[in-house]
């Protein structure tokens, strides 16, 4: 279990096959958050990759995808950015519009991957 050091939450739980990812938002390494829906999009994108990664997954891996848009005028624009990181069969999705926590974010994302079996 991997625990968020100022937050009462933990980034990662595996629970069987499934591996539950906490709500990640397009925050870069210097803790700045880019302008705009698309800029936002992608580094969440990239950053969900990069935990994947660490337990030995990948976005073909995500089965279920939990977004929460600040504005939906900005819907359009995310379902690019979000259609080109996923190949078919895509995860199952809802999309909700809602006030975020950070300041100046767009758009969170959490996600739900599966293992799969090993041979």
């Given at each position: 279990m991997t625990q968020t050091?100022?937050?009462p939450f933990s980034k990662v739980r595996t629970v069987g096959p499934l591996v539950f990812l906490s709500g990640d938002m397009g925050i870069a390494a210097d803790g700045s958050v880019p302008?705009?829906?698309e800029a936002q999009t992608r580094l969440c994108l990239e950053r969900i990759a990069a935990t994947l990664a660490g337990e030995?997954?990948?976005?073909?891996?995500?089965v279920s995808v939990t977004v929460h848009l600040v504005d939906a005028a900005d819907f359009?624009?995310?379902n690019r950015v979000y259609a080109a990181a996923f190949a078919e069969?895509?995860?199952?999705?809802?999309?909700v519009r809602a006030d975020l926590m950070l300041p100046g974010a767009?758009?969170?994302l959490t996600v739900v991957?599966?293992?799969k079996k090993q041979a």
């Open positions: 050091a100022a937050l302008a705009g829906i030995g997954l990948g976005l073909a891996d995500v359009a624009a995310f069969p895509r995860p199952v999705r809802t999309t767009l758009v969170e991957a599966q293992k």
